[in-house]
């Protein structure tokens, strides 16, 4: 499939525009989003080439952060450059992050309304389904061998039993490596000409090391919102339903920072609102902090946005402008097809662990069920889903 890309300078206003029809538009992860920004951004406005587009998804999958947000800036980078491409990522992502802020304050609302929180009992299950469907997808996407499938498991039993947050970047680094090592390709590391904007690199550094260590020093909540969810975002790779294992272990399992009902609530809610999954971040960051005053939770919803995009950002603004060098190095292509076996195996065991936190009754089990069993028929979109299960809650 060739199509035409557009040659003359593209007016801003009008990209930036189409942008917000995809964000409207883009429910249910990196795999529906690439399907809204193929239909949008190349079929109907030709800004790229499907072949194009397949390869920035490429770029973006091998690169930590959230992979269709990664994906639709690089556009913006192609289309117009820097400005145009931080312009595009604030069309695309602020929506979102602003509802999810809002809905930080959902329980402490209904608590003020007297309104008992039960009505929420069941988005935790419904959750789960969406986990336990994105998990089986993006396994049948990632197993292509038995060295893949083995690194998958590998991926899952680790995870089970060591919840500690250094254990993801580690496994997911251990099957690169291993998708390398095994590799029978020759000529890995292919000699490529690189002019690497190195400003983007530095500035990632800094806010790497610099977060880490005024969190380490000050221990100050906002600041360690901040650290955290920077972490996330640079230490994640293959988008939002990657990151949930590694925000539960670390939120709820190890530093209690909300409870599991509070925290499947939040990624049930993110379900049903368009755009980037990593939106949830203004959501736990909000609740990372809510013992405190409402203009700290809304400061802390701002500091778990902005941290766990901007590695992101700053990732893609370094290596785009180097894409079509690095895109025919064969090492990063191999190691790619490890990382995302491993991520394959997280968000496979997230799913058990998560049914086991829901509660195992027969009635959650139901929701669950009926969650996977209406989403695999992709007939329902998720915001209707959501609102059935809100619905029943109340109800019943």
Not at 112 to 122: A, H, K, N, V
Not at 163 to 168: M, T, V
Request: aromatic residues 14%; hydrophobic residues 50%.
């Amino acid at each position: 499939m060739h199509e035409t890309v557009k040659s003359s300078p593209v007016n801003w206003k009008t990209f930036l525009k189409d942008i917000f029809i995809c964000s409207l538009g883009a429910f249910g992860g990196p795999e529906a989003h690439y399907s809204v920004f193929t239909d949008q951004l190349v079929t109907k406005k030709h800004y790229l080439t499907e072949e194009e587009l397949v390869e920035l998804i490429a770029l973006c999958s091998f690169l930590p952060g959230p992979s269709s947000t990664q994906t639709i800036v690089a556009i913006g980078h192609k289309t117009g450059g820097p400005l145009l491409a931080f312009l595009t990522m604030l069309v695309w992502a602020f929506p979102a992050l602003v509802i999810m802020t809002i809905l930080s304050f959902l329980y402490q609302f209904l608590d003020m309304q007297d309104i008992s929180t039960d009505i929420l009992r069941y988005i935790g299950p419904m959750a789960v389904g969406f986990i336990i469907v994105a998990s089986y997808r993006i396994g049948k996407k990632v197993v292509k061998d038995r060295l893949t499938f083995l690194l998958l498991l590998f991926g899952a039993i680790t995870t089970y039993f060591v919840r500690d947050p250094w254990i993801f970047p580690l496994v997911l680094v251990i099957g690169g490596l291993a998708s390398v090592l095994t590799s029978k390709e020759k000529n890995l590391w292919n000699r490529v000409t690189l002019n690497p904007p190195y400003g983007y690199l530095a500035l990632f550094l800094l806010f790497t090391f610099g977060s880490l260590t005024l969190a380490t020093v000050f221990q100050q909540e906002l600041i360690q919102v901040f650290e955290r969810f920077y972490r996330y975002g640079y230490l994640v790779f293959g988008g939002g339903q990657v990151v949930i294992p590694v925000m539960y272990s670390e939120l709820v399992d190890v530093n209690q920072l909300m409870s599991s009902q509070e925290f499947l609530t939040g990624y049930g809610l993110v379900q049903g609102i368009p755009g980037p999954m990593f939106s949830f971040a203004a959501y736990a960051g909000g609740l990372s902090v809510q013992a405190n005053a409402i203009w700290m939770q809304i400061i802390g919803a701002i500091a778990g946005g902005i941290g766990i995009f901007l590695p992101g950002l700053l990732l893609i603004y370094f290596v785009y402008p180097m894409w079509e060098a690095i895109k025919h190095i064969k090492g990063f292509n191999i190691a790619l097809k490890g990382v995302a076996a491993v991520a394959g195996g997280l968000i496979a065991i997230a799913a058990v662990l998560l049914t086991q936190q829901s509660g195992l009754t027969w009635d959650n089990l139901l929701v669950t069920l009926g969650t996977v069993l209406i989403l695999s028929t992709r007939k329902i979109p998720a915001p209707i889903i959501v609102v059935i299960v809100l619905l029943i809650g109340f109800f019943f």
